[in-house]
């Protein structure tokens, strides 16, 4: 089952490996508000209304325990909490989920029961999950759905996240966060703290530092005055772009590493050259924990590599590093972290190693949660409802929803002139009914304005989108999506509510 995640496009490698599976005869569930390419070869497709994913994954939950299909077994002994999430889903009738997410009863008990009797089910989801002001109880409610159905903790069952970029795991991994140092140690956890402080002689702050939109709060009201932003292009991947525009304005001082004069770097003071994955000795975790070697094509063309960069900054801050190599920093890390101690480059030169990997004998962990939680038992979390932050209304009439395309592959890439000949500008997509009410066709530009900006796009008109609804991708610096995107994001990991917002469409 696919909930949020258009994985062709977004994921190609496994988007490839399900559609071999449902040619091999595996049943295919695909929820989302676009007919996108796996629908079309899906079992079932569940048209859902954007920003409806509670209601829905509560009334799959509702026909389960009122049919008694869930697993008793796995909910006696594995998990907690289980009659509150009864309470709460009791009132997710399949009538009333019909009429919230759109989807019809009979699909919705189709698929409840589909999902319940299989013995080997598997949920997927991206940001469409994510990207909503209710993302982390949306994230939390599919752990629901596989805790009351006993599908996890076992192969070939379990909750799957499936990772935006190559390295968005390991970067997660090695303490890249605002709140945990390397394997999810917690910064307000004085153990750990004390741990980190004597390993690198330093102390280091009690509190949780700040979140990408809180960073640009406080670049805006001038509480932060400098920024040092490496790999990333937030003036066009970040919501609400002029909000991030205004903000690096108002830096006092603004370093950017990258590859490109991208849009963002156009603002710095400095600019230090990146290295891209050609010019990379070190590791990458994809999407499943595996930890892999990855091995310089050519020799970084800035003449040095990134962490040497980090490394000569640091220095000249007064505070010198003495690593040698990727494999000096890995093994640092790998002794402060219990997760991921039992892996080193010399394990890594035969193959991938999943963590949990405690030490040097143990094989590595190719599922999750096997025989027991993290924290003992599962604990069911009641969750209800929450409605976006902004809806159509007779201002905006229109809900726009952002994606990738595939020939852009989860990137912006004006920099190259092979991809820019394949799909060179945004196609935004648009429903016949309303293209015909507007009396634009495929090619014609329209002008879309939100409560935070105007752009203007191309468009293409076609039924994959439903009426009412403007889908773009964001790729395209010369039809910025995130100019007009919502600047509301969810309030435990400040993601942004990239996939609802309203706005309103003119031709041009």
Not at 172 to 183: K, T
Not at 321 to 326: A, I, N
Not at 415 to 426: D, F, L, N, T, V
Request: proline content about 6%; charged content about 25%; overall charge negative.
């Amino acid at each position: 089952m696919l909930i949020g995640t258009n994985t062709t496009e977004a994921h190609p490698v496994i988007g490839y490996k399900m559609r071999q599976a449902a040619r091999r005869g595996a049943k295919l569930i695909v929820v989302d508000p676009r007919r996108i390419d796996l629908a079309e070869e899906a079992d079932y497709w569940l048209q859902i209304r954007p920003g409806t994913d509670i209601p829905f994954v509560n009334g799959l939950m509702h026909i389960i325990i009122k049919e008694e299909l869930y697993d008793k077994e796995f909910v006696k002994t594995r998990t907690e909490n289980f009659q509150a999430l009864a309470d709460t889903v009791k009132n997710y009738t399949p009538g009333y989920v019909s009429t919230l997410t759109g989807i019809s009863e009979e699909d919705l008990y189709t698929v409840a029961r589909l999902y319940a009797t299989t013995d080997r089910a598997m949920l997927f989801y991206t940001l469409g999950i994510t990207e909503h002001v209710c993302g982390t109880h949306n994230v939390m409610n599919i752990a629901n759905l596989a805790m009351l159905t006993g599908h996890i903790g076992r192969a070939g069952v379990g909750v799957n996240p499936i990772r935006g970029q190559n390295n968005v795991q390991g970067a997660c991994d090695m303490g890249a966060l605002p709140n945990v140092y390397s394997g999810y140690q917690r910064v307000i956890d004085k153990a750990a703290r004390k741990k980190f402080e004597k390993a690198w002689k330093v102390s280091l702050p009690d509190k949780n530092g700040l979140m990408i939109p809180e960073m640009f709060e406080k670049a805006n009201s001038g509480e932060i005055k400098t920024m040092y932003i490496f790999g990333e292009n937030p003036v066009l991947t970040d919501p609400n772009s002029n909000h991030i525009r205004s903000g690096l304005d108002k830096l006092e001082f603004l370093v950017v590493q990258d590859l490109f004069l991208t849009e963002t770097a156009e603002y710095a003071d400095v600019i230090l050259p990146g290295s891209s994955f050609a010019e990379k000795d070190g590791t990458f975790t994809n999407t499943e924990r595996r930890v892999q070697r990855v091995r310089k094509a050519i020799e970084p063309i800035p003449g040095r590599a990134d962490w040497q960069t980090i490394i000569a900054l640091s220095a000249k801050m007064g505070y010198p590093m003495r690593y040698e190599s990727p494999e000096e920093i890995w093994m640092e890390m790998a002794s402060l972290t219990p997760s991921m101690a039992g892996i080193t480059y010399e394990r890594l030169e035969e193959k991938g190693i999943q963590w949990p990997c405690p030490n040097s004998e143990h094989p590595g962990t190719p599922f999750l949660h096997a025989g027991t939680f993290i924290r003992g038992k599962g604990l069911f979390q009641a969750i209800d409802h929450i409605p976006p932050a902004e809806m159509p209304d007779e201002e905006y009439p229109f809900l726009l929803s952002t994606g990738r395309v595939l020939q852009h592959y989860n990137v912006t890439t004006p920099y190259s002139a092979g991809i820019q000949s394949m799909w060179s500008e945004e196609f935004s997509e648009l429903n016949p009914e309303n293209a015909a009410a507007l009396g634009v066709e495929t090619g014609d530009m329209i002008k879309v304005t939100s409560r935070r900006g105007t752009i203007t796009t191309r468009i293409k008109v076609t039924d994959r989108v439903p009426p009412g609804m403007l889908w773009m991708s964001f790729h395209y610096a010369a039809s910025p999506a995130n100019v007009i995107t919502s600047d509301a994001y969810d309030p435990i990991t400040k993601t942004g509510e990239y996939k609802v917002a309203a706005v309103k469409i003119e031709k041009i």
